[in-house]
């Protein structure tokens, strides 16, 4: 191995942070008498700490997922002639659980929309093996207007009335594939597609 | 990182515009760590992350034919991510309970002084820059040298970059002298 190879392996070392006291003492002299290495070695130090504060690796598949319903949720607002689809920004049923923690048979689960500038949270417990509890809230500009909300499935509708706080709640609802409107008197706010 | 040397960022925010999914894809894995490494800087949770990272996807989506200047993408997400936390901050109600004003730690781009972590991330950003402006064979070489988590040996990385072991010193050499000469003229100190 040449020197320069040394050297190069000894900055990895370094941005590693794996040397021990020889090799640190090493490194340092040999960077100590060259500013231009010294400000590259900085520069490798900041971008090599920045990537390395997370573990992307563990994260990237359900980035990758939230971000391919995203564009998947944009698209179809896009091409809707309403501009109320709501957008899932968040869904924990996409992330991975921690480790040690095994799956339950039933999760509860928050979903997170955003339309027109307006958040439309959601939280769902079940209550039975078929049917969930469905907290909501909205928040935004609009969260106080007297919104009604509406979930319509093929056969069966439920409604409610939102309260001054932006908070809705439908106590039971059977799993399905249902359309979440929230409505004021004259207008359609929020359009949400939800599969339970 | 090598993703984002292929044809430099201006060509891969280019087909984002023209929809390629695959090209977005790549985009996520430029910007999605730094959004998550602002997140755990800043001690959110796992699930306050994603919730983050999710709605600065949304805006860059929704504002990538507006970025005028396609290199200063992370410099966009680092200032939008920024935004969304203290938003969460607000809504939590948290900036009542400490004694600074949130708001100063959100730079802007006329910030004279920024935070030591937005410094950290415009060194991360003018490293990148830099390192967009090396030929394709020095650019991998140096990821493959100080990025690549596998730590390959001087045997892989010629067999990967189909060069022999002994171009490998050379090469290296000549691609940090490059890297100097690009951070020297644009100033960094």
Known sequence: MSKSEEDMKKIAVFLHSRYN???????????SGDDDLRRVIRQLSAIYDENSSIDWEKIKSPAHEVFRNLLKDIKSAKSSRDNNVAVR????????????????????????????DQ???????????????????????????????????????????????????????????????ITNETQTIARVELDL | MSDLHQGNITN????????????????????APVIFSICKQNRLSRDEGFDIYGQVCYELVNN??????PSKILYFVATMTRRKI????????????????????????KSPNPEKNLESLRRREWLFEAMMKLPEKEYQLLHLLFFDKNEPSYKDIAKKMKIPVSSIGPTRGKALNSLK???????IK
């Open chain 1, 21 to 31: 006291n020889v090799e640190y003492e090493e490194i340092l002299q040999m960077i």
């Open chain 1, 89 to 116: 920004v968040f869904d924990s049923s996409l992330l991975p659980l921690p480790e040690g923690v095994r799956p339950a048979g039933v999760d509860t689960r928050r979903i997170k929309y955003i339309v027109n």
């Open chain 1, 119 to 181: 958040f439309v949270e959601l939280s769902l417990y079940p209550v039975s093996p078929g049917s969930y509890e469905v907290i909501g809230q909205i928040t935004g500009t609009f969260a106080n207007e007297g919104f009604s909300a509406y979930m319509e499935h093929t056969n069966k509708n439920f409604s409610v009335i939102v309260n001054d706080c932006g908070v809705f709640r439908f106590p039971r609802v059977p799993v399905g594939k249902y359309s979440l409107t």
């Open chain 2, 12 to 31: 891969l925010i280019d087909k984002c515009k023209m929809g390629d999914e695959q090209a977005w894809f790549q985009l996520v894995d430029l910007i």
């Open chain 2, 64 to 69: 990538i034919n507006k970025l005028k200047s």
């Open chain 2, 86 to 109: 203290y938003s969460l901050y607000r809504k939590m109600r948290v900036k009542d309970y400490i004694d600074i004003d949130i708001s100063e730690l959100i730079p802007d781009e």
């Open chain 2, 181 to 187: 000469r690009i951070i020297k003229w644009k100033k």
